[in-house]
């Protein structure tokens, strides 16, 4: 049974800093490329940072040198560690695991706001 766990939302002022984690467990987590999207009320799901099997990322422009994303196989978990946020990163976030197959966490609400 494949399971990716979110974690590491929750409420913060403009310019403070998350981390979020997805453990993922029943796949083979290093040859999956992982990615964290988000979807704020009203809007559609938007990917926002995604990592491949070799560790090459990519980023929303948004995001570009605030957010970083990345992963420990050895934890078979994936980060997005989110820097000087701001009001419009308010969203929940959800985890995929892209290869043959994708799967998709429940997702973790981040809040910001003063």
């Known amino acids: 049974q494949v399971q990716l766990v979110e974690s590491g939302g929750g409420l913060v002022q403009p310019g403070g800093s998350l981390r979020l984690s997805c453990a993922a467990s029943?796949?083979?987590?290093?040859?999956?490329?992982m990615g964290w999207y988000r979807q704020a009320p009203g809007k559609q799901r938007e990917l926002v940072a995604e990592?491949?099997?070799?560790?090459?990322?990519n980023y929303i422009e948004s995001v570009k040198g605030r957010f970083t994303i990345s992963r420990d196989n050895a934890k078979n978990t994936v980060y997005l560690q989110m820097n000087s946020l701001k009001p419009e990163d308010t969203a929940v976030y959800y985890c995929?695991?892209?290869?043959?197959?994708?799967?998709w966490g429940q997702g973790t609400q981040v809040t910001v706001s003063s």
């Open positions: 990592i491949t099997n070799r560790g090459n990322t």
């Open positions: 995929k695991a892209r290869y043959s197959y994708s799967y």
């Open positions: 029943g796949i083979t987590f290093s040859v999956y490329a």
